[in-house]
């Protein structure tokens, strides 16, 4: 399946985790709205919250399965030499920048906004924005485009 290529976006393990948000990021990107893009370390994270919330290993396995089948262009690849070169409040976040970097994603949709500083992601032409910003300016674009076509 290929995505629209206006947004790529990496979506960080706590805007994944939330089923609701989940949902709708991926309902989204189904419809080609935007490309989503998410790591192993992203994933690794996502399936230890959900067995801490109680959610079966095989279970978690299965979820994330479904969300690489389902978006087979989305898992970056070859990223991990990036994250010791990179500098960031939580080092724990290096991964996330790391794999936004390497797809040449447009935004990272985190919902710790304090953790990727805006003078950082200036320098990888990046951005940051919260799920509820991100997915009202693709509705925004969407209805911008539909009128004007």
Same mark, same amino acid.
């Given at each position: 399946?290929?995505h629209?290529?206006?947004?790529?976006?990496?979506?960080?393990?706590?805007?994944?985790?939330?089923?609701?948000?989940?949902?709708?990021?991926?309902?989204?990107?189904?419809?080609?709205?935007?490309?989503?893009?998410?790591?192993?370390?992203i994933?690794?994270?996502?399936?230890?919250?959900?067995?801490?919330?109680?959610?079966?290993?095989?279970?978690?396995?299965?979820? *994330?399965? /479904?969300?690489?089948?389902? %978006? $087979?262009?989305?898992?970056?690849?070859? !990223?991990?030499?990036? =994250?010791?070169?990179?500098?960031?409040?939580?080092?724990?976040?290096?991964?996330?920048?790391?794999?936004?970097?390497?797809?040449?994603?447009?935004?990272? *949709?985190? /919902?710790?906004?304090?953790? %990727? $500083?805006?003078?950082?992601?200036?320098? !990888?032409?990046?951005? =940051?924005?919260?799920?509820?910003?991100?997915?009202?300016?693709?509705i925004?674009?969407?209805?911008?485009?539909?009128?004007?076509?």
């Amino acid at each position: 399946m290929i995505h629209s290529v206006r947004f790529t976006a990496v979506l960080d393990t706590n805007v994944i985790y939330p089923v609701i948000i989940r949902d709708l990021l991926f309902w989204f990107a189904y419809y080609d709205m935007y490309t989503p893009k998410w790591s192993s370390h992203i994933f690794d994270e996502w399936k230890d919250v959900m067995q801490r919330k109680g959610i079966s290993p095989e279970e978690s396995e299965k979820r *994330v399965r /479904n969300a690489n089948i389902a %978006f $087979p262009d989305a898992l970056v690849q070859h !990223y991990e030499s990036l =994250i010791e070169h990179l500098e960031l409040p939580d080092e724990n976040d290096r991964h996330v920048l790391a794999a936004a970097i390497k797809t040449y994603a447009h935004v990272i *949709v985190s /919902n710790n906004i304090k953790d %990727f $500083p805006e003078d950082v992601l200036d320098k !990888y032409g990046l951005k =940051i924005k919260t799920p509820d910003d991100f997915l009202t300016d693709i509705i925004d674009l969407t209805q911008l485009e539909n009128q004007q076509s």
